[in-house]
């Protein structure tokens, strides 16, 4: 478990870290959720891969695309994880052990040739996020290969100091807090910026500062969004987000 400082939002709506003994504060360091943050997942990506996901798995536990597709959120829901595939590999843990398969063979089946004539829409502001001062990672719960090829799209691969996304040994995502603890931060400014706000209660508990960026632009902060520092309207913001 991560000890990290408090991070309060000042009067000027910027975010403030209060050092710890023995820490350091001298460079942030920013992780960027992938899908619905750097680009609009709600439109021909996800559009594209559900269907994808759904006919694989009725295949190969033999139930038909409409009872695989109404049991999705049943599972994501069950095993704790907002992936997909890592939901149904868990429930089917047997099955697929059985038949000798693994992630990145459904990777394979749902993301090949994924990119083809693919039309992606960056979020606002992403050509701004070079510029911020010190490492910038991605933390997303997409299979790896996915997140690699996506940033290459997007043309901001170089902007990034690593990737992590869900892998053959590492199948979880947020806002299990493991996912979190795989990337190697070493400041004590951090900042963590998610479309989907489940995923900004752990980066909060851990004392980073936590930036909402949802694709639903009439969503504003709530009272009870006490997790979330900053709510953003386009990724150019986070240039003055710190003190
Ligand atoms: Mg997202």
């Known amino acids: 478990m991560r000890k990290s400082p408090r991070t309060q939002v000042d009067k000027f709506g910027r975010i403030v870290y209060d050092a710890r003994p023995g820490g350091n504060m001298k460079q942030p360091e920013w992780i960027f959720d992938l899908d619905g943050t750097l680009y609009a997942s709600q439109n021909d990506?996800?559009?594209?891969?559900?269907?994808?996901?759904?006919?694989?798995?009725?295949?190969?536990?033999?139930?038909?695309?409409?009872?695989?597709?109404?049991?999705?959120?049943?599972?994501?829901?069950?095993?704790g994880t907002h992936q997909t595939i890592v939901a149904f590999m868990r429930e089917y843990e047997i099955e697929f052990n059985e038949y000798g398969l693994d992630f990145d063979m459904i990777v394979h089946y749902?993301?090949?040739?994924?990119?083809?004539?693919?039309?992606?829409?960056?979020?606002?502001?992403?050509?701004?996020?070079?510029?911020?001062?010190?490492?910038?990672?991605?933390?997303?719960?997409?299979?790896?290969?996915?997140?690699?090829?996506?940033?290459?799209?997007?043309?901001?691969?170089?902007?990034?100091?690593?990737?992590?996304?869900?892998?053959?040994?590492?199948?979880?995502?947020?806002?299990?807090?493991?996912?979190?603890?795989?990337?190697p931060v070493e400041s004590d400014r951090v900042i963590f910026i998610d479309d989907g706000d489940i995923n900004l209660h752990m980066p909060?508990?851990?004392?980073?500062?936590?930036?909402?960026?949802?694709?639903?632009?009439?969503?504003e902060l709530q009272p009870n969004q006490t997790h979330v520092h900053k709510r953003i309207h386009s990724l150019s913001e986070l240039s003055t987000i710190i003190s």
């Not at 070079?130 to 997409?142: E, H, Q, T, Y």
Request: some cysteine; hydrophobic content about 40%; proline content about 5%.
């Open 45 to 79: 990506v996800w559009g594209r891969l559900f269907p994808r996901i759904v006919r694989y798995f009725s295949k190969k536990i033999c139930k038909t695309e409409a009872e695989v597709s109404a049991e999705c959120d049943v599972l994501k829901l069950k095993h």
């Open 204 to 219: 909060a508990y851990y004392g980073w500062g936590t930036v909402w960026f949802p694709e639903d632009e009439t969503l």
């Open 110 to 183: 749902v993301y090949d040739g994924i990119f083809s004539g693919l039309c992606v829409e960056p979020r606002l502001g992403l050509e701004t996020i070079a510029n911020l001062p010190g490492r910038k990672w991605v933390l997303s719960n997409s299979p790896e290969t996915f997140v690699h090829d996506m940033l290459v799209h997007l043309g901001v691969r170089d902007v990034f100091n690593g990737i992590f996304g869900a892998r053959s040994d590492a199948l979880y995502a947020k806002p299990e807090a493991r996912s979190y603890d795989r990337v």
